[in-house]
């Protein structure tokens, strides 16, 4: 949903729930990949062929060789200013690297097909930065920025991760009359064309938490809560552990995963399945 605040002279734009939002050269590569579905639908067949097509659309879209093909004047940092909320009432900037030509703001550590940008920072992150583990109900949105697909492959590692900018509890990109005509977003895997101001106008996009709801989940789920037993556990010499075992969740208390709705909806042992309709 889309309004206009007169006083404040921006368009801001609201969504629902959702996974992710990514803004850059991913989103880019995404809307590609989107438009030609749509136009050869018979040639998205099978799993196969779709990552062979998003593979070579990356690549004709410079998306792996960025630092080549893509001006440095379309980078996340020269099209928006960023802006974050730690404290309630509170914005302050966001330093992004002249580098990074994507940015992703994750609301639950799932991001194209199940990759975790954030990993789990160590205990010296933690002190130094004051970065965390990504848990669900923390009311915080972590934000990471990759340069390139190179940087992006690197998820595939068991502790791979892209680079952490921030945590915060709401997040906004402010564009102004700039080098670029238009940009590229995705929520969830759904890409659009966004148009940038040609004039003094400005678009601001802002992400914030609104609510929670109920989630079913696994006993190895990814997805943590704070009162998860197993996050309690500390990191060692320092090192990062971007992984959650099986061991790990195994031994944590059913009543302190509130975020999990999966044992107020199991069904009765004396109730017979097949007799419901």
């Not at 990993?119 to 990759?146: H, I, Q, W």
């Not at 895997?189 to 109920?214: C, F, M, R, T, Y």
């Not at 079913?216 to 500390?234: E, G, I, W, Y």
């Not at 044992?263 to 097949?274: A, G, L, Q, Y």
Request: proline share 5%; charged share 25%.
């Amino acid at each position: 949903m889309e309004s206009f605040d007169p006083q404040e002279g921006y368009h801001t734009f609201r969504g629902g729930f959702w996974n992710y939002f990514s803004m850059g050269m991913d989103a880019q590569v995404s809307y590609a990949f989107h438009s030609e579905r749509k136009l050869h639908p018979e040639k998205f067949k099978n799993q196969l062929v779709n990552q062979s097509t998003y593979a070579k659309l990356g690549c004709t879209q410079g998306w792996f060789a960025a630092s080549v093909f893509h001006p440095s004047l379309k980078n996340v940092a020269q099209l928006a200013k960023v802006k974050i909320m730690k404290k309630h009432g509170q914005w302050q900037d966001l330093h992004i690297p002249q580098s990074i030509r994507s940015i992703i703001c994750l609301n639950l550590p799932s991001f194209s097909g199940g990759l975790n940008p954030w990993g789990t920072p160590s205990g010296r992150k933690k002190n130094e930065r004051d970065l965390t583990a990504p848990y669900v109900d923390d009311g915080l949105l972590e934000v990471v920025g990759f340069r390139d697909a190179w940087h992006g492959l690197v998820l595939l590692a068991p502790k791979g991760h892209g680079t952490r900018l921030a945590q915060a509890h709401r997040i906004r990109f402010e564009f102004h009359k700039g080098a670029a005509d238009h940009t590229y977003m995705r929520i969830d895997g759904e890409p659009w064309k966004q148009p940038l101001p040609k004039d003094d106008d400005a678009v601001v996009v802002e992400i914030s938490h609104l609510g929670q709801v109920n989630m079913l989940a696994t006993q190895n789920c990814r997805s943590k809560s704070v009162n998860d037993v197993s996050s309690s556990t500390s990191h060692h010499n320092g090192e990062e552990d971007d992984d959650f075992s099986d061991e790990d969740d195994s031994r944590a208390e059913p009543e302190f995963r509130k975020f999990g709705a999966a044992d107020t909806f199991r069904i009765p042992d004396e109730i017979d399945i097949s007799q419901l309709s």
